[in-house]
T-cell receptor, first 113, second 116 residues
Framework: AQKVTQAQTEISVVEKEDVTLDCVYE???????LFWYKQPPSGELVFLIR??????QNEISGRYSWNFQKSTSSFNFTITASQVVDSAVYFC??????????FGAGTTVTVRA | NAGVTQTPKFQVLKTGQSMTLQCAQD?????MSWYRQDPGMGLRLIHY???????DQGEVPNGYNVSRSTTEDFPLRLLSAAPSQTSVYFC???????????????FGEGSWLTVV
């Protein structure tokens, strides 16, 4: 069985602060993929990143960065210099050797102007 | 370029009524799935399909039926709606569900269902 834990339920910051979202996963599979999705207030799911288990390189995309550490089974996500438009629910997810994508419970990020 | 299309977007049902949530994709994807989203629980897999004629249960299949007669369509049926099925439902598809492909998973825009 696989499991994704997002311990932070809600995070509230003032604009321009950095925000780090934690994601810890459990899986017995040696090959797996990790994902982050954003769900803005409008409700749709927006794909942010996919990382496979063999690629532990950190990634930066604009104000977003991801830190993947297999040793601690973590795939954390940082928003640098947050903006009001970053307010959303963020989901971490895991896909292993089956046809199932397992989601964490989500972290609600509120960025105040 | 429609992607994954879900209908209806909003629906109110009375307890005991039946209904079908429609999902269609135009990307010739083999893999399709249905999730439900409830507060504080993320998205949970209801049913999935790896190709026409093949379906299987996910984490929370009770109260739901699916079929996959064509590659394009994957309807979700609620046979006798219950208030516990009040949720937001998402349909998703990808070229292949297997992790080794790492293909992008596309989600529909969601269907908000309320059972009273």
């Amino acid at each position: 069985a696989q499991k994704v834990t997002q311990a932070q339920t809600e995070i509230s910051v003032v604009e321009k602060e950095d925000v780090t979202l934690d994601c810890v996963y459990e899986t017995r599979d040696t090959t797996y993929y990790l994902f982050w999705y954003k769900q803005p207030p409008s409700g749709e799911l927006v794909f942010l990143i996919r990382r496979n288990s063999f690629d532990e390189q950190n990634e930066i995309s604009g104000r977003y960065s991801w830190n993947f550490q297999k040793s601690t089974s973590s795939f954390n996500f940082t928003i640098t210099a947050s903006q009001v438009v970053d307010s959303a629910v963020y989901f971490c997810a895991l896909s292993g050797n089956d046809y199932k994508l397992s989601f964490g419970a989500g972290t609600t990020v509120t960025v105040r102007a | 370029n429609a992607g994954v299309t879900q209908t209806p977007k909003f629906q109110v049902l009375k307890t005991g009524q039946s209904m079908t949530l429609q999902c269609a994709q135009d990307m010739n994807h083999e893999y399709m799935s249905w999730y439900r989203q409830d507060p504080g629980m993320g998205l949970r897999l209801i049913h999935y399909s790896v190709g026409a004629g093949i379906t299987d249960q996910g984490e929370v299949p009770n109260g739901y039926n699916v079929s996959r007669s064509t590659t394009e369509d994957f309807p979700l049926r609620l046979l006798s709606a219950a208030p516990s099925q009040t949720s937001v439902y998402f349909c998703a598809s990808s070229y292949s569900g297997q992790v080794f492909s790492g293909n992008t998973i596309y989600f529909g825009e969601g269907s908000w269902l309320t059972v009273v």
